[in-house]
């Protein structure tokens, strides 16, 4: 059964970076395209980045672009989101998982969400 396990949150200072890290257990990982999401509190969750299964194109939430970015390590199963100027309205659970991708977005799932990581930006 394909699982994701994120790591990689913490604690950080407003203008700090982190990356995190999404490691899959799944021999079809090179066919999935991956999307990044996020769980603010008393929110829902946001789609914020995702890329293709062969790394061919990337899509970014106008509240991330130019601050973060997603990458993908195939031959690690993994998939990345480097995070930089972190603002307090980053903070959040973070979730990654197999989603549908575009450039023009990407597509929420509806349930079977992971742990997430945490990531809290704060003074």
């Known amino acids: 059964q394909l699982q994701f396990v994120e790591s990689g949150g913490g604690l950080v200072q407003p203008g700090g970076s982190l990356r995190l890290s999404c490691a899959a257990s799944?021999?079809?990982?090179?066919?999935?395209?991956i999307g990044w999401f996020r769980q603010a509190p008393g929110k829902e969750h946001e789609g914020i980045s995702c890329i293709s299964r062969n790394s061919g194109f990337t899509y970014y939430a106008d509240s991330v672009k130019g601050r973060f970015t997603i990458s993908r390590d195939n031959a690690k199963n993994t998939v990345y989101l480097q995070m930089n100027s972190l603002k307090p309205e980053d903070t959040a659970v973070y979730y990654c998982a197999a989603s549908s991708c575009s450039e023009y977005g990407v597509s929420v799932p509806r349930s079977h969400w992971g742990q997430g990581t945490q990531v809290t930006v704060s003074s």
């Open positions: 799944a021999f079809t990982f090179d066919y999935l395209a």
